[in-house]
């Protein structure tokens, strides 16, 4: 099963950090094969690599919250039956606050980054952190697909500061 990526790079500074196809693609494959999650065969998301300014605009529009965040995903197909809905919806992520983050972390950028595309897409796929044990099946499910992915687990450590 296979999930096509369309990809918007409306900050150039990504391109310079990663390879943001290849990311991408893994990250979503790994998603698809860790959860089990059954889509549509054509299933399709969208990935918008933006900065600060534009993901803050998104957020005050849409969930009323005047900053910027890390990643925000607008899923298309909200409680419907994913294997009748090819458009599963768009994630977007600011390069500003994703690279302070890393920083801030200690991590890459290409590990937080992958983080966050992970969690948005699991977002596009029904899963949710509204209460603490949707955030715990969100939480072991991102670091099984970060670990599948070769990389560190993100919530390893328990005193890190949960900003997704």
Not at 49 to 67: G, P, S, T
Not at 68 to 84: I, M, W
Not at 93 to 108: H, R
Not at 135 to 153: F, I, K, P, Q, W
Request: aromatic share 6%.
């Amino acid at each position: 099963m296979s999930v096509a990526c369309d990809i918007l790079l409306d900050d150039p500074r990504w391109r310079e950090r990663l390879d943001v196809e290849t990311l991408v693609n893994a990250a979503v494959a790994k998603t698809v094969q860790v959860t089990g999650r059954r889509l549509h065969p054509q299933a399709e998301a969208s990935f918008s690599f933006a900065d600060d300014k534009r993901i803050h605009e998104l957020n005050a529009a849409w969930r009323k919250k005047d900053a910027p965040t890390n990643v925000l995903s607008f899923p298309a197909s909200q409680g419907a039956d994913l294997t009748k809905a090819p458009l599963l919806g768009d994630v977007v992520l600011a390069y500003e606050t994703v690279d302070q983050e890393a920083s801030e972390e200690g991590k890459s950028f290409a590990h937080h980054a992958a983080h966050l595309i992970v969690h948005g897409f699991l977002h596009l796929i029904g899963y949710d952190h509204e209460t603490d044990d949707e955030a715990e099946e969100m939480e072991n499910t991102e670091s099984r697909v970060l670990l599948a992915l070769g990389m560190s687990d993100k919530w390893a450590n328990a005193d890190e500061v949960r900003k997704a």
